[in-house]
């Protein structure tokens, strides 16, 4: 039996795919396995034994609807594939999809939930939906495999990028923070001076050294922030992907907002303080194995129009970003004391 497996993004997500890859490879040892996703995203899969990785290229080889075509036929060279499971349902995978069942290959799919998700974000239910993670087993389920996610650490490190961290100033008598502040979305970022406002309350408590992480494309705005906060360190464009993965395994915790590094940062064991806005844990992208009470966010009952977006796109209603905004550095550091971090 040969299953091919496909979650090419985002980094987030593709992270979300590893508890029950790890589970499925533990509990289904004599079963081959390929796995599509991209290049960028290997280190995810580094220490999950027995997992082919297949790269697609959706920028040159495997670009359009010929490029998907050419994708097809690349994985046919595989060998035999008996059965696809689509973690992704989006229109490439559409495509492939229809392809492998045209020469008579069964594809399960992931039900992403898309109606129970509106009726969260219209204010008609209030009810937690399934996980990401919890999703992706169904699907696993569906084509005869039930798996039951592996525990965290999900994600391990190598011996190349343990190294990249072992040169770091790395004061264990420290608190040590990662804060990754920045997302794509204005509506999932909690303001630059709160959570600067915060790190100086825990700062009046202890000694801290904050490891800045964040986007590529965001490395300037982390720079920046860094010259408004004494000992910090940006971690961005400094190390590979595995390196700041073994660099969050190594954190007392993470404080992020609703994004990929909230994601990686809890698969590799790290506990997660997650800021959130617009968007809301009931909608299954939490932190995978963190408690409910280190999500923090305003209660629905104090402002009834979040959450207002799944994913983080658009604009404020309201024009004030309340959801954000009334959440004080305050209540937060209130909250890390409750939680005994601090």
């Known amino acids: 039996m040969h299953l091919l497996v496909i979650r090419t993004s985002a980094m987030g997500d593709v992270a979300l795919t590893t508890p029950v890859i790890r589970g499925f490879r533990s509990q289904y040892p004599d079963v081959k396995l390929t796995v599509v996703t991209r290049s960028t ?16 290229d959706f920028k040159k080889r495997h670009s359009g609807f010929f490029g998907i075509l050419r994708l097809y036929r ?32 069964p594809c399960d799919v ?20 399934k996980h990401s993670v919890e999703r992706f087993c169904d699907v696993f389920a569906n084509a005869g495999f039930p798996v039951e996610p592996a525990d965290t650490p ?27 502040p920045y997302t794509r979305h204005a509506i999932k970022t909690w303001p630059e001076e709160k959570i600067l406002k915060l790190l100086k309350l825990i700062s009046a408590e202890r000694n801290i050294k904050v490891w800045l992480f964040g986007g590529f494309g965001e490395k300037q ?33 993470m404080i992020s907002m609703d994004s990929s590094n909230m994601h990686m940062a809890a698969l590799v064991g790290t506990r997660v303080i997650s800021i959130w806005g617009a968007t809301d844990p009931l909608s299954g992208f939490s932190a995978w194995q963190q408690p409910d009470e280190n999500a923090i966010r305003i209660p629905v009952g104090e402002l009834g129009c979040r959450p207002c977006t799944v994913f983080g796109k658009g604009t404020c209603r309201r024009k004030d970003l309340a959801c954000m905004n009334w959440l004080t550095p305050e209540k937060v550091f209130e909250r890390l004391v409750n939680l005994k971090i601090i």
């Open 221 to 253: 705005k982390l720079e920046k922030f860094a010259t408004q906060f004494p000992d910090s360190y940006v971690v961005t464009g400094t190390m590979s992907l595995a390196g700041e993965l073994a660099l969050m395994g190594r954190l007392d915790m």
């Open 74 to 105: 690349d994985l046919k060279r595989k060998g035999r594939i008996d059965r696809v499971i689509d973690l992704h349902d989006v229109l490439r995978t559409k495509i492939l999809r229809l392809f492998f069942r045209m020469t008579g290959i």
């Open 110 to 129: 992931i039900d992403k939930g898309r109606k129970e998700k509106r009726e969260i974000i219209k204010g008609r239910s209030r009810i937690r939906l």
């Open 154 to 180: 999900c994600i391990l490190h190598s011996a190349e990028a343990l190294s990249e961290v072992s040169g770091l100033q790395f004061n264990m008598d420290d608190l040590n923070i990662g804060v990754a």
């Open 41 to 56: 995203y290997e280190q995810f899969f580094y220490s999950i034994k027995d997992c082919d990785l297949f790269f697609s």
